[in-house]
């Protein structure tokens, strides 16, 4: 089963400032997904892209997709304190069965 | 109105013992899933369930076995503990199997193992 990989595996900023995370994987998808964990606390679900889809937008979160590099950001403007937590992806490949496979996370840290 | 739920929150135990964790989801949804992430945050699904019937064991030690009493309930029991099951387990559900759908997490488990 294919595998999600985020990058950096840690980011650490100021409030205010933009901050952006990367996810690769290795094989074609129908979609990728973003989850964020605050420390002590499940995943919560932020946002699904799909395999025919570049770019979606969610409140202060924006999404891209290259499918022909592999690979997705995150990009959190205008971060806050608050945005403090790891963020992973996960993908669903295509046409097989789902097995959702995650990374390892990005750890941000947003200092007030 | 906790949409998916576990308990207990917390497990410390001994080597060799046996312990359930159980799982519970008030969403409605038909596909139930156990996650174990271990202390570098590295996720990996165990095992899936929907509507009550076995669709993912993802090269579990047969230590584990999940239970599924019916499609709101996913409990996760676990053999003869060993220090390296020490991890933090994240149940989960989504409306539907399939890649399409949110998946809903639990709070966790914090399981050690002495």
């Known amino acids: 089963s294919q595998q999600g990989e985020e990058d950096p595996q840690a980011l650490s900023i100021q409030e205010g400032e933009n901050a952006t995370m990367n996810c690769s994987y290795k094989t074609s998808i129908n979609n990728l997904q973003w989850y964020r964990q605050n420390s002590g606390r499940g995943l919560v679900h932020l946002i699904l892209?799909?395999?025919?889809?570049r770019e979606k937008h969610s409140g202060r979160l924006r999404v891209t997709l290259d499918t022909s590099k592999k690979s997705s950001s995150l990009l959190i403007t205008a971060s806050r304190a608050a945005d403090t937590a790891s963020y992973f992806c996960a993908t669903a490949i295509s046409g097989g069965s789902y097995i959702p496979t995650f990374g390892r996370g990005t750890s941000l840290i947003v200092h007030p | 109105d906790t949409a998916v739920s576990q308990t207990p929150k917390y497990l410390v135990t001994q080597m060799g013992n046996d312990k359930s964790i159980k799982c519970e989801q008030n969403l409605g949804h038909d596909t139930m899933y156990w996650y174990k992430q271990d202390s570098k945050k590295f996720l990996k699904i165990m095992f899936s369930?929907?509507?009550?019937?076995?669709?993912i064991n993802e090269t579990v030690p047969n230590r584990f076995s999940p239970k599924s009493p019916d499609k709101a309930h996913l409990n996760l029991h676990i053999n003869s503990l060993e220090l390296g099951d020490s991890a933090v387990y994240f149940c989960?559900?989504?409306?539907?199997?399939?890649?399409?759908?949110?998946?809903?997490f639990g709070p966790g488990t914090r399981l050690t193992v002495l």
């Open positions: 369930y929907n509507n009550k019937e076995l669709i």
């Open positions: 892209i799909r395999s025919n889809e």
């Open positions: 989960a559900s989504s409306p539907r199997r399939g890649g399409t759908d949110t998946q809903y």
